[in-house]
C-alpha cells in the first residue's frame, strides 16, 4: 500500500488536470448541483374524444401512384445504362397532352423534350442522378425536368423485372434538391406565407412501392432576406412538396433563373 502522502499528492495532482487548477477540488466545490426542479412531465391529451371516426377517405393527391415506363427496357435491372431523356421522352409519348398529375407538363415543355434530340441545349431534362433510395442494393435514377415559372418536376424511376418503374413524380417552385441518405429533400417556395420556405423528405415506402412525402415543415428564412418573386400558379396538380436524413445531402443543379436564397439562421 502507498503512503498516506503519496496519495494525497496523487489526489493533488489528478484535480488539477481535471480541472486545470480550479479551486476547491478539496472542498467539495465545483461539484454537481440542482438546476432546480423539473416541470412535471405532460403526456399527450386527446381532444373531443368523442368524434366519430371519418366515413370518407381524405382527398387522394396521388403521392403513391406508380407507373411502369412504357417501351424501355433495362439491361439487368441497372439505370445506369438507360438514356434519361429517353425515359422522359416515352412518358411524353404515352401521355400527349397531359397538363396535370404525375405525368403532366406543360405544353411548352413536351414540345421541348420531343426536340431534345435535335436542340439538345434547348432541352428541359437536366442532369441525371443516381442513389440507392429503396434499400435494394441498386441505385434508382433521378430526373429533374426544367419548366416555365421557375418550376421543376422531379421523377424517380426504379428498375425492375427488365424495366422502369415511376416511383414519384412532384412538380413545384423548388428552391433545391438534396440528397441525404436515402431521402429526397425539397425546398420549395411559400407563395402564401411570405418569409418562409417548405421542406418535404420523400422517402421509400415499401407497402406503398413508392416514395411518400413523409416528413413536412414550414421554415422561417433568414430575416431580411428577399424573399423569391411570387410566380402564377402552375396548370399542373401535384402534391405541395420540400428534413433529412443523417448523410452529407448531395445538391442537384437547378436552372439558372431559380434563386437559391441563403440557409436561414439556426
Not at 124 to 139: A, Q, W
Not at 199 to 226: C, F, N, Y
Request: proline share 12%.
Amino acid at each position: 500500500m502507498r503512503p498516506r502522502g503519496v496519495q494525497l499528492a496523487a489526489v493533488g495532482v489528478l484535480c488539477a488536470l481535471v480541472l486545470g487548477g480550479a479551486t476547491g477540488c478539496g472542498r467539495n466545490e465545483g461539484g454537481l448541483q440542482s438546476a432546480g426542479a423539473t416541470p412535471p412531465a405532460a403526456g399527450p391529451v386527446r381532444l373531443w374524444p368523442d368524434l366519430p371516426p371519418a366515413t370518407d377517405p381524405p382527398v387522394d393527391y396521388g403521392e403513391s401512384d406508380t407507373e411502369r415506363v412504357p417501351g424501355v427496357k433495362v439491361a439487368d435491372n441497372d439505370v445506369h445504362a438507360v438514356d434519361a431523356v429517353a425515359v422522359v421522352g416515352a412518358e411524353v409519348r404515352a401521355h400527349p397532352d397531359t397538363y396535370s398529375g404525375g405525368d403532366g407538363l406543360y405544353e411548352e415543355t413536351a414540345r421541348a423534350i420531343r426536340a431534345c434530340g435535335t436542340a439538345p441545349a434547348a432541352c428541359p431534362v437536366m442532369r441525371p442522378y443516381y442513389r440507392d433510395l429503396t434499400g435494394n442494393g441498386r441505385d434508382e435514377l433521378i430526373v429533374g425536368i426544367r419548366m416555365p415559372d421557375q418550376q421543376v418536376g422531379v421523377r424517380v424511376y426504379l428498375a425492375e423485372n427488365g424495366g422502369l418503374t415511376r416511383i414519384m413524380a412532384t412538380v413545384d417552385q423548388v428552391i433545391s434538391v438534396e440528397l441525404a441518405g436515402r431521402d429526397l429533400i425539397m425546398r420549395v417556395s411559400s407563395a402564401g406565407i411570405p418569409g418562409y420556405e417548405y421542406r418535404t423528405a420523400w422517402s421509400w415506402d415499401e407497402q406503398q412501392h413508392s416514395m411518400l412525402p413523409t416528413r413536412d415543415e414550414i421554415v422561417r428564412v433568414k430575416p431580411g432576406r428577399t424573399a423569391p418573386p411570387t410566380v402564377p400558379a402552375p396548370r399542373l396538380v401535384s402534391p405541395t412538396p420540400a428534413p433529412g436524413s443523417a448523410s452529407t445531402p448531395l445538391p442537384l443543379p437547378l436552372p439558372p433563373d431559380v434563386a437559391v436564397p441563403a440557409e436561414p439562421s439556426p
